[in-house]
């Protein structure tokens, strides 16, 4: 059986991604986004689709089942399920051209909810019979894409994100599933008005931007305190107690987030600004920082003395948080946390595919995800004919297999080296497919990359890749993290060893690497034989504002723009000409 799932057929969420499952074996997985180079394109997936299908030699009619993670929703229905008066206060607290903003924002979401006619189907307009399309329910995909990619025998499966539609169109904020021997079994929804879109209006208030900006706040957050303003946040924020989730009031604000010129108008974003200039950006942050932790820490607790479970598989877009994903690991109990590569809405492609598989065949699907590279691979030969179009601005040799000594060596004479191998990665981190490298054993490193080659903010800091069997040296608790989605303090003494790959509060999102990646295995292993560091900072290939690189026309312009010193792509290590004169 071969079933295509796909984030989103409306055109109308961000990740736009598409996954390829054949005999409950992922086969393909990929992000619109790196194909159109628009940094969490939206649009129907046709890119990512065309290139599953080309990757296994398949037509569109070859396709069993199409499994879609966004159903049409009720949309904005829901926005009154807890309180007639919610919508009300809302657009009440709006001031000067905020309601009409807000008002044309909704009109057409409250067409849908009428003329379903308007919920547009891309796969129906590429002739898809209609019978083969199955709509999934949203946070099951969700679940399914952590529990199936887990490799755990029986788990909690916890989804939470700002909101999407369950299986009767209705919006809510996740889900709880008991999973065991490859059944998902529905506990408990988190209503809609629980959403965690109130830190993604922390986040656009304090001038970053909506699904692009979370990860700034968590970062900017370990320069803050967040006792000196928690207390004046804390009431703007959801709240698990007794069995039951208290919401915020204005808490439909936090629905206008996407529209930032609508947010920032409300009385949620205008009393965000207010405490911003009172206490500063990096006060806010923490505050804003702690206050996630807090409250889903102790949903969490409450859940394992409902339902004991020792291990936990986790999806949405909350869980991109690598300092609450730390917490919740470290919680008394707990053995084993699965986040999933894709954690944000991208990943329901694979989660719709394989619980479709699991529904439509019976078996118990359950697979080991330890690499994340399901993307498209380009062949030396075909770089070979992108490096000749480039001639006339770039020098290249062919090294093969020799590339990682090269490049391990090169590293520690100072260089910041472009890496494109193999597949891409499945997901928004660079897992050593599409990674920079460089020396981490310099602070100036850091800054260097971020002012002259990233343009990345200031407080924003790097990662390590390091050896997995040497991760216990300088990380505390350390655990396999093949998709760097976990958060770990650096060993005593060990900070001087690293200090451009680990932040100001003395952590480390670290990527683990195992020598079934070969080449980028080998980069580290050589690393280490010449410092004794087992560790190199990798961060994304990509200048800030773009998506990571897809093809090695990208990985080339970014070499010429000055990103990199060279570029180790396939077997050839390529450097800019020096320019006569």
Not at 98 to 105: R, S
Not at 161 to 181: H, L, M, S, T, W
Request: glycine fraction near 8%; charged fraction near 25%.
């Amino acid at each position: 059986m071969i079933i295509l799932g796909l984030s989103d057929v409306a055109g109308a969420h961000h990740n736009s991604s598409v996954a390829l499952v054949r005999d409950n074996h992922i086969l393909f997985a990929a992000s619109e986004e790196r194909f159109t180079r628009i940094k969490y394109d939206m649009n129907f997936p046709r890119n990512a689709l065309d290139a599953s299908l080309e990757h296994a030699h398949l037509k569109l009619d070859d396709i069993d089942y199409f499994a879609v993670g966004y159903p049409p929703s009720s949309f904005y229905n829901d926005l009154f399920e807890r309180n007639i008066w919610d919508g009300i206060r809302s657009f009440g607290g709006l001031v000067g051209p905020g309601a009409l903003i807000m008002f044309k924002y909704l009109v057409p979401n409250f067409k849908k909810m009428y003329k379903p006619a308007a919920f547009q189907n891309g796969l129906l307009e590429l002739g898809v019979p209609q019978e083969k399309i199955i709509f999934m329910d949203h946070h099951a995909s969700h679940a399914a894409s952590a529990y199936r990619c887990s490799g755990f025998d029986q788990c909690l499966s916890l989804s939470m994100d700002g909101f999407g539609p369950n299986r009767q169109g209705k919006n809510i904020a996740g889900q709880v599933y008991r999973c065991e021997n490859g059944h998902m079994d529905l506990l408990e929804e988190i209503p809609l008005y629980a959403t965690a879109l109130w830190f993604s209006a922390v986040t656009v208030c304090l001038g970053l931007h909506y699904m692009d900006g979370e990860g700034k706040t968590m970062g900017l957050a370990a320069y803050g305190d967040p006792k000196i303003c928690q207390a004046d946040l804390e009431e703007m924020v959801f709240e698990y107690q007794e069995q039951k989730w208290r919401g915020y009031d204005y808490w439909i604000d936090y629905v206008m987030t996407p529209r930032e010129d609508v947010l920032v108008k409300t009385r949620s974003g205008r009393k965000i600004n207010r405490l911003i200039q009172k206490h500063g950006k990096a006060h806010v942050a923490a505050a804003a920082q702690s206050l996630l932790e807090k409250r889903l820490l102790g949903y969490i607790r409450v859940l394992k003395e409902k339902y004991p479970f020792q291990k936990l598989a986790l999806a949405g877009g909350t869980f991109l948080n690598v300092k609450v994903n730390k917490l919740i690991r470290e919680l008394d109990g707990i053995d084993h946390v699965f986040i999933h590569p894709h954690a944000s809405d991208g990943g329901t492609a694979i989660g719709a595919a394989l619980e479709l598989a699991h529904q439509k065949n019976g078996s118990s699907v359950i697979l080991e995800m330890n690499d994340a590279n399901l993307g498209v691979q380009f062949s030396d030969d075909e770089i070979k004919t992108e490096l000749d179009t480039f001639a006339n601005d770039i020098e290249w040799q062919f090294l093969g297999d020799d590339i990682s000594e090269y490049v391990g060596t090169a590293l520690t004479q100072g260089k910041v080296i472009g890496w494109f191998q193999g597949r891409e990665e499945w997901g928004p981190r660079a897992l050593g497919r599409r990674s920079v490298l460089a020396d981490p054993r310099k602070p100036e490193t850091r800054d260097m990359i971020n002012s002259q080659m990233k343009n990345r903010d200031w407080f924003m800091p790097f990662a390590p890749s390091c050896m997995e069997d040497k991760g216990h040296m300088y990380f505390k608790n350390f655990c396999p993290t093949p998709f760097m989605t976990m958060a770990f303090e650096v060993v005593e003494g060990k900070e001087q060893d690293i200090p451009s790959a680990i932040h100001v509060d003395n952590t480390a999102r670290v990527h683990s690497v195992r020598p079934d990646n070969p080449r980028y295995y080998r980069v580290i292993e050589t690393f280490y034989r010449k410092t004794g560091v087992p560790v190199i900072l990798n961060t994304s290939f990509n200048r800030h504002g773009l998506p990571i690189v897809h093809r090695p026309k990208e990985a080339l312009e970014h070499l010429l723009w000055g990103c990199v010193h060279e570029l180790a792509i396939g077997g050839y290590v390529v450097r800019r000409k020096k320019k006569e004169g």
